[in-house]
């Protein structure tokens, strides 16, 4: 089993849905949270990140974190095609530079 | 300014042949990262330097080398390539303990 499970997709929808993305994992000790975005071509950017449990929100992007369920999620509203991309989670615990990624979940937002 | 810039974008190579990817930040980070993403676009690390000493060596083959002449660089050295080492290699940098990653644009690695 992989430290960070993450559905690959691809997943397509049209523009103005509401995309939900997921990511569990196995690491109890994971306390920072992060969603990166990724367009083709291009190194991966922060998007969003959580420190342990709770909701953050930044615009129409709400990134939720479930430790006891070791669930995290991003939303996604409104969505839009410039929202077409790849996006990572990632997570690693507190005072360790090791950040584990997902798969990536692949998302195409059609107009 | 690229905050994070790594050469070249793209190589093209043979098996067994000896090559070298080169990265630079300019953010002052303390931390760098070499990430290997392969074809399914699962980014997983090989290693990672603080202040120019290794903190994360990965299970990767020795025939990978990373060499930090200073903490603005961190290059990575591989020896007889081999086809399954085709793959986009990301350099990144942080500060110490701090949650983003910077990430350069990436090495289009492919080995025929």
């Known amino acids: 089993q992989k430290e960070v499970e993450q559905d690959p997709g691809p997943l397509s929808v049209p523009e103005g849905a509401i995309v939900s993305l997921n990511c569990t994992y196995s690491n109890s000790a994971f306390q920072y949270f992060m969603w990166y975005r990724q367009y083709s071509r291009k190194g991966p950017e922060l998007l969003m990140y959580?420190?342990?449990?709770g909701n953050k929100e930044d615009g129409r992007f709400t990134a939720q974190v479930d430790k006891s369920s070791k669930y995290i999620s991003l939303f996604i509203r409104d969505s839009q095609p410039s929202d077409s991309a790849t996006y990572l989670c990632?997570?690693?615990?507190?005072?360790?530079?090791?950040?584990?990624f997902g798969a990536g979940t692949r998302l195409t937002v059609k107009p | 300014d690229t905050a994070v810039s790594q050469t070249p974008k793209y190589l093209v190579t043979q098996m067994g042949n000896d090559k070298s990817i080169k990265c630079e930040q300019n953010l002052g980070h303390d931390t760098m990262y070499w990430y290997k993403q392969d074809s399914k676009k699962f980014l997983k690390i090989m290693f990672s330097y603080n202040n120019k000493e290794l903190i994360i060596n990965e299970t990767v083959p020795n025939r990978f080398s990373p060499k930090s002449p200073d903490k603005a660089h961190l290059n990575l050295h591989i020896n007889s390539l081999e086809l399954g080492d085709s793959a986009v290699y990301f350099c990144?940098?942080?500060?110490?303990?701090?949650?983003?990653?910077?990430f350069g644009q990436g090495t289009r690695l492919t080995v025929v």
């Open positions: 990632a997570m690693r615990a507190y005072n360790n530079n090791d950040m584990r």
């Open positions: 990144a940098s942080s500060h110490p303990r701090v949650t983003e990653a910077f």
């Open positions: 959580t420190y342990s449990s």
